[in-house]
């Protein structure tokens, strides 16, 4: 069976009657020191993140396994990145969201605040991964003159605001909030969260 990692072929020898599980780790080990694998195909085909878990345990089922890798640091700024256009494309559709909970489309809005809301929830779950990965706690840096700690504190205690309105179905309030408080936030953490990715690249110091 034909391993490769970042497009060269590895001369270890590898059987396609053990587990795709054994085999990554036999990399890790061997080859890959401080980086990590980021993507998996086996005969050219990428797998998801879902069958890559289910694929684990099992032999591998193809002739040609090819593997990438990455510092973690590159990975942990990329998605710090990609947050942060979720954040701008989101916050550009929140003067309508506000628009519509005060119009016929009001439960649509509500759905697309709690979208907007689970996106905040996925930063708050990303931060200490992406400081795990880069050996940094991210938590504890400045932006703008305040610590990172206090402008997350900032933003949960909005959101709090945004679950009582949607609890009390307070329409009139929610518009309020999401056109004159989330709005600012999402672009400022839109900034926070580029910024932070610029700080962790590989070579940015």
């Known amino acids: 069976m034909i391993v490769t990692l970042d497009r060269q072929r590895l001369m270890d020898a590898f059987s396609a009657e053990e587990t795709l ?18 993507s998996v195909a086996v005969d050219g085909r990428v797998l998801a993140e879902s069958e890559l878990n289910t694929s ?15 510092q973690p640091a590159t990975v942990a700024a990329a998605v710090l990145r990609g ?3 979720e954040f701008g494309d989101a916050g550009s559709r929140l003067s309508d969201i506000a628009d519509r ?17 689970a996106l905040w929830q996925a930063c708050y779950r990303a931060l200490p991964q992406c400081s795990a990965l880069c050996r940094q706690e991210l938590l504890d840096t400045d932006y703008d003159g305040r610590p990172l700690k206090d ?7 909005k959101l709090s ?18 056109r004159y408080e989330l709005a600012p936030l999402a672009q400022k953490w839109q ?15």
């Open 21 to 38: 599980q054994s085999l990554l780790d036999r990399v890790r080990e061997a080859h890959l020191k401080d980086r990590m694998i980021v």
């Open 56 to 70: 684990l345990p099992q032999p591998v089922a193809g002739g040609q396994v090819d593997l990438e890798s990455s």
């Open 83 to 85: 947050l942060a256009a």
């Open 101 to 117: 909970l005060s119009s016929a489309d009001v439960a649509a809005a509500i759905r697309d605040v709690g979208k907007f809301v």
């Open 151 to 157: 402008r997350l504190d900032e933003l949960i205690g």
């Open 161 to 178: 605001e945004v679950r009582a309105a949607l609890e009390a179905r307070d329409t009139v309030l929610l518009a309020d909030l999401v």
């Open 191 to 205: 900034d926070i969260l580029n910024h932070l990715a610029e700080q962790i690249e590989p070579g940015s110091a």
